[in-house]
């Protein structure tokens, strides 16, 4: 076999599902071998960004490895935001990149597509990716490639490979198994023993999961952990939708002074966060009322453990996860309570938010009148589709239809939580479908639209039909908010709607409730299209979560009085 087909069944034996790309004359030779063999069905879109999110959203919802392929030069450096975004929110996501061969080189001309040096890309991939390769040499190629993919796995990172149009073809011995770095099972048995002894020294112990808890699969081990420690489970704003199917579902997402006063409150006083996968970013944390002492957190990401003022290196979130529940179920297989007990060697007094989660309500019951739209009937909206149709994975990019996800139903849901790129919306919704088979509802705004909505005409050859819903206040809205006075966040009018058709889907702009209702139950039966509801929204109609973000970041950035 080729080094191209060897690459090729590494990528599908780990948990590579598809390959999203776009190619150029440095890779034709690879997407020919890519098209030709159908190791792994190939995706093309229309334009780089799309591509990066495609592949982001899909390892996002199905696990394993998401694959970017794209030509030298322009391609590459059009995907470096979506990669730089997998890194920032750990995606792990494969950029195969095209190059020039040995001999074109080594001409002594300056190469198309190439910017300073031939090097530049690979040291400008070093920056947003967690491991690298160029894969030049047959011989070392499948140890370099099973490094690479190792460390893709291991930390949950974009990796990037450099593979020359002229190394395609040749032939290539198979690539070996990932090597598996073995826990340090001292570590790992005193970092349990302390944590155990955290929760059971916390009054107010609370359990929060962030997105390395899907990135790692841990959703059952962790909501089976939640329920035997009895702690109540929260998600960060990055981990909404996390846990939606297990026996535990959440109580809700910690959004600090945007959120739920309640569980801000929870959240805040404890002093006992464990906090399970969750990235320490402003965007989790940086609308909170007081600042949390994360001292007394347990934090767990990025394969150590943190609590107090020590670390423990080398401790794998599945590890930690997996030694807790040994230990937890073995106590309570004996018909022991839960941990607290375990912990303190006495039953705690069960404490009222002890309980099972009780997941927050979702505004339902949309009135179908003549009333204008809103951010908040829009999430109504869909609350009651859902409940009439069953759940839809929801791809949301940035602006305020992130912020209305907030009130939506709990479901699977993708989007740009923490590094905030605009344009991940539709393409990730497009990923969403091809890797999970359903139908996806996309929500996105008319700023975000304008970037990347159309790779929407790319559906009709895929039979991918997503309902896509545009927040269209002809406006950088979430913008506007923050600088009101500024005239460049008035937008015109696309028109959306009308250009669905064009693209392969149909269209309708709706400005009513009613129109709405009518329109989601419409697309909702209408299959094997997408379907594009374009939502007039007035300027400065803001989602209720939006609402409460911007004040609070005022609260806190506003010089006191
Ligand atoms: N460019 C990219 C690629 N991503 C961004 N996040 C931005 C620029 C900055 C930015 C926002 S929110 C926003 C911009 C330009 C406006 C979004 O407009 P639209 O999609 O219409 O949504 P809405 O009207 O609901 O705001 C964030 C703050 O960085
Ligand atoms: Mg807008």
Sequence with gaps: MNLAEQLLHALAREGAGEI???????????????????????RTLSHEPGVGFAADAA??????????????????FNIVNPVAGAYAEKSPVVVIS???????SASGLRLHHQTRTLGSQFTVFREITCDQARLDDAQSAPADIARVLASCKRESRPVYLELPRDMVDVPCEAVPPLAVVPDDQEVLAACVDETLERLRAARSPVMMVG????????EKAVGELARRLGIPLVTSMMGRGLLVDTSTPPLGTYLGLAGDPGLSDKVERSDGLFLLGVILSDTNFGVSARAIDFRRAVLAADGEVTMGYHTYSGVRLGAFVAALLERVAGAVDAGSAPVAALASGNAPDPQPDAQPNAPAAFPRGLVADDTALTPGAIAM????????????PLACDIGDCLF?????????????????TMGFGVPAGLGLQEASGRRPIIMVGDGAFQMTGWELGNCMRYGWDPIVVVFNNRSWEMLRTFQPESKFNDLDDWHFADAARALGGTGVRVHTQRELVDALEVAAVQRGRFVLIEVMLERGALSPTLARFVSAVRRLTQPPA
């Design 211 to 218: 997105v390395e808890v899907r990135r790692f699969g841990l």
């Design 20 to 42: 999203f790309g776009i190619p150029g004359d440095f890779a034709l030779p690879f997407f020919k071998v890519i098209e030709e063999s159908g190791i792994l069905p190939l």
């Design 381 to 392: 909206a869909i609350n009651d589709l859902m409940a009439r149709h069953g759940k839809f």
């Design 59 to 76: 390892v996002r919802y199905r696990g394993g490895l998401g694959v970017a392929a794209v030509t030298y030069g322009a391609g590459a």
């Design 404 to 420: 209305t996800a907030f009130d939506i139903d709990h479901t699977v849901l993708v989007a740009p939580g923490y590094y905030a």
């Design 98 to 104: 095209g190059a020039p061969g040995r001999r074109e």
